[in-house]
Structure formats: structure tokens, C-alpha cells
């Protein structure tokens, strides 16, 4: 009978798996973070001192790059890397649906057009091929996201790029720490967008860094976060004044990261092996024990590349189920698993359909959206805790299953 009630599904009256709700993400702080960012504020500098440079050349130096610009926060670094390579009216990037609307936002920023490309059915990342495709005339730069923290075809996207001579940005957002072809993520693209937000990997609070090799970019992009304006005289048109002069090159804006950002930004880069190990250990575990659910398709990861699994999502199979992923993702809340879905598809928000954006540009995209569920992932998570989102995810698809 206890079996029983247990078994029925939490929407329906019975009891949930847990009694309080797991979150699909959450930040992770210690007391050294915390001592960290209390230091900083016992300091002179509360804003762009010495623990942004500290921060910048930490996370150049773990991805394998020789500069890194820290912004306020990962959508306003995208901005940059666009201005930096000089997306102006009428230029287009291409970039892939399956993301987050910062991506493409970015582009629209500085005024440029976004071409969506549709992405793999299995990696979900975007198809070089459908990309390759998109390219014309006014095509500026490509924009490729490592979906959940699998590298995008880093090599053919740069190849392809070369070719045609475009800038590569890669959203980077969920991969830090990935690997592709035996190299770190942020040693290969033009520039490489990491983003700290209390969701990533690890936290700034807020924030986010491009990191790049070219002294071009670097330059472009410190101008463009305060302002444009330089302080440096060799690029000054007005030689001869006094040393309070400086001059505004650019319509640049107020995106700087604070020194309490970057603290605690530095504090958690400690952490990073660490956290993403156990990503990886928890993704790993997941695969093991939903392997054998039938309804449901399970990461796909290539050979060549180790992911940083920021997420970890299932796709329902809804042929085989009798639900759809409202219903399901709605049982699944009610068992107390935090399920999500990433991401509602860009070109179908209302603000892209205005552009002339819509249904059918991208079936790939919008067809596995339609089985999308973002499982609990995050470093703090205990084997209870995957065991209670394994058994929520058993319990509720084997009640729905044909
Ligand atoms: C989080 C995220 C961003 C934006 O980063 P913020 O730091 O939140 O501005 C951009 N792209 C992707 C894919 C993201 O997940």
C-alpha cells in the first residue's frame, strides 16, 4: 500500500519524491569568497582597481588567452565583442535559435541583422553546414553557442570563417572549462564570451569576460566599456594638453565590472576545476541511471570534445508518450524536482517575429524545443538529490508512457 501511494504521481494527489523543491541551479559560496569580497570593501578601489586586472588575467590565463576584458555582465561583453568587430547598420551575424536571447541581442545592439542557422538534431549546437549556407554579402561575423557546455565544430566554424573572412564570437556562456580537440574553450575563437552569473559555473554575481588574442579587439573593447574614451595618449587627436585631458573616440558605454565583482569572481575561479568535475560526475551519473527510461533521448556528446555541462537536458520522445511537455514538466514541479527549459527557440519571441522572423526557419530547433526538460544540475547536488530526480523522472514518464 506505502509503495502504492508512493507511486502515484504527485499531480494526482499522491506524494511527492521530495518534500522540498530541488532548484535546477545554485550558486555555490564559501567563507573564503565571502572574505574575499569583505577585503575588497575595506579597500580604496571598489571599482576597476586592482582586482579586475587580478580577475582578467586569471581567466585569460586559464583559458589559454592572451587578454581578457571583464565587463558588468555577459550580455554587455556580447555588445562588446560586436563592436569590437564592427557590426554596424545593416551587417549580419549568424547565430544558432537554440540560445539564449543575449546571443542575438547583441547584434541588434550595434545595430546589425541576425540570420539564424538551425542547429544539429543531436548536439543541438548549430549545423556548419545550414551556417555556410546563410553566408552573403554582408555577413560580419558568426556567433556559434556551445549548447550545455559542448563545444560547437569549433574547427569548421573557424575554417569556414577564415574563408570569408568573418569574426568568430563564441557565446561561451555555458563552457567554460570545456574542452575541444584537446583545447580549452577561449584559445580559439577571435573572441570568447564567459559569462558569471550565479547560474554559470562559477560567480561574479554578475558578470561576464571576453577573452581574445588580438590587440585590435583588446583595445576596441577596453574603449567600449568606459564610455569611449581613452586615457591613452599616443591615441589622442589633441597632443599638448594637460595631463587631466582625455578624450571620447567612440559612442562607448558604462559597462565595468566592480572590484567587488571581481573578487568574488577571482575567489570562485579557485573553485573551477573542482565544480566542473563534479558537473561532470553528476551528468555522468544521470546517464548511467536514465539510460534504460524508454521516452526519453539522452544527451548526445562527440568523441573529440569534453563538455562543462552547465545543463543537463532530456528530451521527451512524444510519439511514444501519452502527455506533452507541459503536462510533464508540470508533474515533474509537483514531485519537487526545479525542472526548466532552455530555451524558448530566439526567432520565435515576439520581438524577432516583428523582424520577420517565425515558425518553420528553423524545424530542428523548434522540433526537439517541443521535448525539452532541463534536469537539476549543480555542483552542491547530492547523490540523494540525483536519485530523487532519477526517481521523479521514472515515476512520472513510466505513468505517461504508451
Ligand atoms: C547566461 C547567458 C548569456 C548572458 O550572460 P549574462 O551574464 O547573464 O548577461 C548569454 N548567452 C548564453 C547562452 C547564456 O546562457
Redesign the pocket.
Known amino acids: 500500500m506505502a509503495k502504492l501511494k508512493h507511486q502515484q504521481l504527485a499531480i494526482l494527489g499522491g506524494e511527492p519524491v521530495r518534500e522540498t523543491l530541488l532548484p535546477y541551479g545554485r550558486q555555490w559560496i564559501d567563507e573564503a569568497d565571502i572574505e574575499a569580497v569583505v577585503e575588497t570593501l575595506k579597500s580604496p578601489f571598489l571599482t576597476q582597481g586592482p582586482k579586475i586586472k587580478a580577475f582578467e588575467e586569471a581567466v585569460a590565463g586559464y583559458a589559454g588567452a592572451k587578454y581578457a576584458v571583464a565587463f558588468s555582465?555577459?550580455?554587455?561583453?556580447?555588445h562588446g565583442a560586436c563592436f569590437a568587430a564592427g557590426i554596424g547598420e545593416g551587417d549580419e551575424a549568424i547565430t544558432t535559435p537554440m540560445?539564449?536571447a543575449?546571443?542575438a541581442n547583441c547584434v541588434r545592439y550595434c545595430g546589425g541583422n541576425v540570420v539564424f542557422a538551425d542547429i544539429e538534431p543531436d548536439t543541438y549546437n548549430i549545423d556548419v553546414n545550414r551556417m555556410k549556407a546563410l553566408i552573403g554579402k554582408r555577413t560580419k561575423a558568426v556567433i556559434p553557442?556551445d549548447?550545455t557546455g559542448q563545444p560547437a565544430d569549433l574547427d569548421e566554424i573557424m575554417e569556414t570563417a577564415k574563408t570569408h573572412n568573418l569574426i568568430v564570437i563564441e557565446?561561451a556562456?555555458?563552457s567554460i572549462g570545456a574542452v575541444y580537440k584537446n583545447r580549452r574553450v577561449g584559445s580559439i575563437a577571435d573572441m570568447t564570451?564567459f559569462?558569471?552569473?550565479p547560474?554559470?559555473h562559477v560567480t561574479s554575481g554578475?558578470?561576464?569576460v571576453i577573452v581574445t588574442d588580438s590587440e585590435h579587439f583588446y583595445e576596441r573593447l577596453l574603449l567600449f566599456r568606459s564610455h569611449g574614451i581613452t586615457r591613452n595618449r599616443d591615441m589622442m587627436h589633441n597632443t599638448g594638453e594637460g595631463e587631466w585631458y582625455y578624450e571620447m573616440h567612440e559612442l562607448g558605454f558604462n559597462y565595468r565590472m566592480t572590484d567587488i565583482q571581481a573578487a568574488l569572481g577571482l575567489s570562485q575561479l579557485r573553485k573551477l576545476n573542482e565544480f566542473t568535475a563534479r558537473r561532470r560526475q553528476i551528468a555522468s551519473r544521470y546517464t548511467e541511471l536514465l539510460s534504460s527510461i524508454p521516452g526519453i533521448v539522452l544527451p548526445y556528446q562527440k568523441q573529440d570534445r569534453q563538455s562543462s555541462w552547465?545543463l543537463y537536458i532530456i528530451r521527451l520522445e512524444l510519439d511514444r508518450l501519452s502527455a506533452d511537455r507541459n503536462m510533464i514538466f508540470a508533474a515533474l514541479r509537483k514531485e519537487n524536482i526545479g525542472v526548466n527549459v532552455?530555451?524558448v527557440p530566439v526567432h520565435l519571441h515576439p520581438y524577432y517575429r516583428r523582424l520577420g522572423c517565425g515558425k518553420g526557419l528553423a524545424p530542428a530547433a523548434e522540433s526537439v524545443y517541443e521535448g525539452f526538460i532541463t534536469l537539476p544540475l549543480f555542483p552542491a547536488m547530492t547523490e540523494t538529490d540525483i536519485l530523487d530526480v532519477v526517481s521523479a523522472v521514472e515515476k512520472v514518464i513510466g505513468h505517461y508512457a504508451k
Request: hydrophobic letters at 40%.
Open positions: 555582465n555577459g550580455t554587455a561583453a556580447l540560445t539564449f543575449a546571443s553557442v549548447f557565446d556562456a555555458h564570451m559569462s558569471f552569473h547560474v554559470k554578475e558578470g561576464g552547465h532552455h530555451y
